[in-house]
């Protein structure tokens, strides 16, 4: 067994490399793509949700969707093998995926519709959701990897579409 | 209030937090009654998942009664003494509606953290980092449940605290294994681990119609515990050649079904486990698979290898070929509690599925540190330390 200290550098090394994947995957969006990380080249972005297509209506989009307007088109269309209904979105100016710093931040356009549409989903299939802050918690010493941990935290839930 | 909370690698407190409150409709607030340590929370302690922040609330094997109700809650009233099982689940998505409520698209707050580990994200769970949803831990004397309706069960009258908080995880785990593996009637089912989850996969087994169920470990208490309290036969992996006693067992075949109840920690004797050991610690590896690798080997031509215990990230020298040219079936899931547990609670409530061996160390609160050193040294034979926040 290594020292704390070796063990911190080494979980550091590791989530330094997943982090560096992120970080090519946000500067470079080509870069994610052979592993899956990246948008398809039609810009849809695609959750399957639970219920008929009858049950979403394009005219009255849930309001997460329903915020971005002329933002963005939305097309419906039933899943394989009743698995529910595909609710898919992408940009109308052609899928613009912002600055570097605004995609490692979670704050592009593209991270903004991902988030809508995970949330359009839960709206639909649990009427409300989910929140977990503030959660309780002891103190937050100030470490590098509690940092690194906390930016990828703040961007995490706006993951969850691919 | 008071909680166990992770500080960082190796160091467990006990701090004040500010209790929980309703944040979604759906939520309970519960009153702790028993929160149990898990063999899956020394990964996190030891930092082999590198997702926890310090300060962060343990624990995700709980019970207790409810405090407070949400207002979208329809099955439970302050007062209701329940279990809750460890993952966050909705009920209401394709994955749950299968009775898949660990794949859940809606149970976790933070999905990009899985999803850019495994591809997709999966459900949350208590007290088990970022990772997992972020979401605060049992080992204090109130926690927020979210789709309380979906997650937080009744105890039957006559079914005691102690029995029914392995209803939460331990047992629900067990029975995922044993009932995803499809153990039939007539199998030999071998597990590997004989600590909580180990014991209920086969007991789980053996209530399938298993015809035999060996249960391979190294500490005797533990192995001891599952021939007296659960009634498999056990094999003490030091002292003999596990593969071999197998193939003696079943006629040369090999088990049909194999479960792995160890996780990414695993130990054997030899070589094998310093090599691991050393890979894992440089960080080549995520995961030592030892038992799986031993699984593999055993299992029966054409029969199924199930891996229960939690991995992370990826391993090294995986048996690709003898689970190709062997036609074994490979699965894996984390537990699938929601669908289990009332089977369980009703068969805790006819003495079929005892537990209360497992809590081999109750404390209080104040004890977290000392009951987390004692269940990873395995010292004076702990099996599981549990906390009662109301001691």
Redesign the interface.
Known sequence: MTSSTGKVAADAVHAGGTLVRQVRSAIDRSAGRPAGAGQPASGWLVVTVLCEPSGIDTAELPAPLAELGDRIEVRVRPAADGKGTELAARLTDGGSSGTALQRLSGSDAQSDLRSALRRAKQLIEVGEVLAVDPAPHGERTATPGGALLEAWTRVAPRGGVR | ?K?V?W????DI?V???????I????DIILKVGLSATCGSDLHLVG?YI????????LGHEFMGTVAEVGP?VTKHKVGDRVVVVSFTS?G???YC?QGLFSLC?????????T???W???IGGCYGYS?AM????GSH?PYI?V??ADQGAFPIPDGVSDERALFASDAAPTGWTGAHQAEVRPGDVVAVWGAGGVGQMAARAAMLMGAERVVVIDRYDNRLEQVRTHIGAETLDYEEVDVPAELREMTGGRGPDVCIEAVGMEAHTPGPQHLYD?VKQ???LQ?DRPTAVREAIYACRKGGTVFTLGVFAGVVDKFPLGAVMNKALTLRGAQQHGHRYIPEILERMSRDEVKTEHLSTHVMPLDDGPKGYQMFKNKEDGCVRAVFRPGA
């Open positions: 209030m909680a909370t500080r960082g690698i190796n407190g701090e004040d937090v500010p209790e929980p409150t944040l979604n409709g759906h930092g590198p997702a926890m922040r310090a300060g962060d609330v979208g909705c209401q998505c394709w509606q698209d809606n149970g976790n707050p933070n999905p990009g953290i999803e850019a580990l591809g997709q994200s970022h949803g972020g979401w605060a204090a927020r979210p789709y050991q610690q440089m960080r995520t």
